[in-house]
């Protein structure tokens, strides 16, 4: 495949973004990663949002699709279908796995996303409603993973899957959420296994060459007015410090 063939994945090293990147190293397709600084607010620029309205990314660019790809889950389906693996062609099993896709898109990668914002962005116990109505939902759905696989080695389908690479990255955070991993043994046993295939190792290699040092250099350098953009704030009252999301 020539160089104008490849692949193009725009993102940063953010769990929506490393998914495709696992599939991507799954399916031994030839990919660019090409670094969005979102604490920049470089996803709001004219040349972005003609890719994805919502200035959001992942973005994949596939010559052969003929326009941008946008929405992470989407894009996991689309590069299924077209190599024809990860994803059942028809049948019970094939909805199973776009159930748990779906259930990531919906369910899982919202509410750890604002888990951990209410525990970034804001000083503990600042907004406590929040912070507790995020972690108790949070906690339900690493409960709900567990008790599933502990019946079954993947999370849908029967075999490994988008579903299983659409979650993975996201079930990372179990212990940054102040969740014990001894009680959720099948979960970090599924956590574990999928972190030993190639693939993956390979993809989080790729990434933390390509994105970790620009981004920690960006989140330490954003001012309070891109934290704003970030994060989608506007008239009302953003929180006292940002010392947090820096690190």
Not at 159 to 171: H, N, T
Request: aromatic share 12%; glycine share 8%; net charge neutral.
């Amino acid at each position: 495949m020539s160089k104008s063939e490849a692949l193009v994945l725009y993102g940063v090293g953010s769990p929506n973004v490393v998914k495709v990147g696992i599939l991507l190293e799954e399916l031994a397709r030839d990919y660019e990663l090409r670094y969005v600084a979102v604490f920049k607010g470089d996803q709001f620029k004219p040349e972005l949002l003609a890719m994805n309205p919502l200035g959001k990314v992942p973005v994949l660019v596939d010559p052969a699709f003929g326009r941008p790809l946008y929405e992470s889950g989407a894009i996991l389906v689309y590069l299924a279908e077209r190599s024809g693996r990860f994803l059942p062609d028809r049948g019970p099993d094939r909805y199973e796995v776009i159930e748990w896709v779906m259930v990531q898109m919906a369910n899982i990668g919202p509410m750890f996303g604002q888990l951990n914002h209410f525990r970034q962005a804001l000083q503990p116990g600042e907004e406590p409603y929040a912070e507790a109505r995020f972690a108790q939902a949070s906690q339900t759905l690493y409960r709900v993973l567990d008790e599933r696989l502990r019946a079954q080695t993947w999370i849908a389908g029967g075999a490994y899957s988008i579903a299983d690479m659409a979650i993975y990255p996201w079930a990372l955070y179990l212990e940054r959420h102040g969740f014990a991993p001894a009680d959720y043994p099948a979960l970090i046993r599924w956590r574990d296994t999928i972190a030993a295939r190639p693939a993956v190792i390979r993809a989080n290699a790729r990434f933390q060459e390509a994105f970790a040092d620009k981004s920690n250099r960006d989140r330490k350098a954003a001012t309070d007015a891109e934290l704003d953009l970030l994060f989608g704030r506007g008239s009302f009252a953003p929180p006292k410090d940002f010392s947090r999301v820096r690190g």
